[in-house]
């Protein structure tokens, strides 16, 4: 079974900081890749996702993830990042073996400080 | 629109009672699905329905048992539930297909409603 790893558990920056959460996962054939961001008391909503084509793909509120196929990563990028950035990123997989289902990540907690 | 609505927000139940959580979506979604999600942890998938029918049960305990009445509607019927099943319950849905895998499939979560067993 695929597994996805997030190997940063806690990250505090500072505002204006780059940003980088890793994601790996162990699946050898075709994926399609999401990053999910839940914000304190609210529901996941989703950030960005790569199905196929540019390995670079860019989401919403100045995030972008990196496909690296070699690497089975995905990891989520932002040149600076905000107070209002403080949430849990979640990365996912989904497989063409498993139906349409998603695995995802052990989450990560940015917290941004002002 | 990919608004994933849920209702209630939040419960509080004892053991012995019988409840039912509820997932409504109109962005002609297929495939719907519910998830457990403890504090701290990620979703965990229950339970998948793909055109009305369960297609996936992921060894989830009978005292949670899910309805799917047509396609716009998700329902979860709790009944005798633990303390341990206190959670945040997210219902979550996505395009589907009739048939095997669906390479563009996204899925949209709804707010969840939070559950606590006394």
């Known amino acids: 079974a695929q597994s996805v790893s997030q190997h940063n558990h806690h990250v505090i920056l500072s505002e204006a900081a780059s940003l980088e959460l890793g994601c790996n996962y162990s699946?050898?054939?075709?994926?399609?890749l999401f990053w999910y961001v839940q914000y304190p008391g609210q529901h996941l909503q989703l950030l960005l996702k790569?199905?196929?084509?540019?390995?670079l793909v860019k989401g919403i509120k100045g995030f972008e993830a990196e496909f690296i196929k070699s690497k089975f990563s995905f990891n989520l990028r932002k040149p600076s990042v905000q107070w209002s950035d403080t949430a849990e990123y979640f990365c996912?997989?989904?497989?063409?073996?498993?139906?349409?289902?998603?695995?995802f990540g052990g989450g990560t907690r940015l917290m941004v400080k002002p | 629109d990919t608004e994933v609505t849920q209702t209630p927000k939040h419960l509080v139940m004892g053991m012995t009672n019988k409840k039912s959580l509820k997932c409504e979506q109109h962005m002609g979604h297929r495939a719907m699905y519910w998830y457990k999600q403890k504090a701290k942890k990620p979703p965990e998938l229950m339970f998948v329905?793909?055109?009305?029918?369960?297609?996936i049960n992921e060894s989830v305990p009978s005292r949670f048992s899910p309805e799917c009445p047509n396609s716009s509607l998700l329902n979860l019927h709790l009944h005798a539930l633990q303390p341990e099943d206190s959670a945040l319950y997210l219902c979550?849905?996505?395009?589907?297909?009739?048939?095997?895998?669906?390479?563009?499939?996204?899925?949209?979560f709804g707010p969840g409603t939070r559950l606590t067993v006394l």
């Open positions: 699946y050898g054939g075709t994926v399609n």
């Open positions: 996912a997989v989904m497989v063409n073996n498993a139906g349409n289902m998603l695995t």
């Open positions: 329905y793909s055109y009305e029918k369960l297609s």
């Open positions: 979550a849905s996505s395009q589907g297909t009739s048939g095997g895998y669906l390479s563009t499939d996204t899925q949209y």
């Open positions: 790569y199905f196929s084509g540019d390995p």
